[in-house]
C-alpha cells in the first residue's frame, strides 16, 4: 500500500513540476519582453535629450528598421509624435514625450520587478519539490535495501 502512495504522490509532483516548467518559461518571455520594452524606452529618452540639445537644421541619422538608417534634417526640436496607445499618437513637446517615455519606463520597470519576484517563487517551489521527490527516492532505496 505504501508504495502506491509514493507512487501517487511523485506523480503528482512529477505533474506539479511540469506546470511549474511551463510556468517559468512563460516568466522568462515575458521578462526578455519587458526588457526589450525598457531598453527601447531607454534609447528613446537618450534621444529626445540629444534632440534637445541640436539645432534646428541639425543633420540625423534616423533608423528605419531591420539595421537601416537614413539621414535627415531636423524641422522641429520643440515637438514629437509620441504613441499614446490603442493605435493613437498625439503631438506632445519635448519635455511631455520624455514625461510620457520616463513614467512608462518606470512602469516596466514595476513590471521588470513583479515578474521577477514570480519567477524565483516558481522556481524555489520547483526546488522544494526537487527535493521532496529525491527524499522520497531515497526512502524507497532504503526500504529495497533492507
Not at 38 to 58: F, P
Not at 65 to 81: E, F, M, P, Q, S
Not at 93 to 100: C, D, F, G, H, Y
Amino acid at each position: 500500500m505504501g508504495g502506491n502512495i509514493d507512487r501517487e504522490k511523485i506523480q503528482g509532483m512529477i505533474a506539479r513540476l511540469r506546470q511549474l516548467q511551463v510556468q517559468t518559461e512563460s516568466y522568462t518571455h515575458q521578462i526578455a519582453a519587458v526588457q526589450a520594452s525598457l531598453t527601447d524606452h531607454e534609447k528613446a529618452i537618450q534621444t529626445l535629450s540629444a534632440v534637445e540639445k541640436m539645432d534646428e537644421g541639425g543633420e540625423l541619422l534616423v533608423s528605419v528598421g531591420a539595421g537601416a538608417a537614413i539621414y535627415a534634417t531636423l524641422a522641429r526640436r520643440d515637438k514629437v509624435i509620441i504613441g499614446l496607445g490603442g493605435g493613437v499618437s498625439a503631438e506632445k513637446n519635448l519635455k511631455e514625450a520624455v514625461e510620457i517615455l520616463t513614467k512608462r519606463q518606470e512602469e516596466l520597470s514595476e513590471s521588470h520587478k513583479r515578474l521577477t519576484e514570480m519567477l524565483a517563487n516558481v522556481e524555489a517551489e520547483a526546488q522544494k519539490i526537487e527535493r521532496e521527490m529525491q527524499a522520497i527516492s531515497a526512502q524507497i532505496e532504503q526500504q529495497r535495501q533492507g
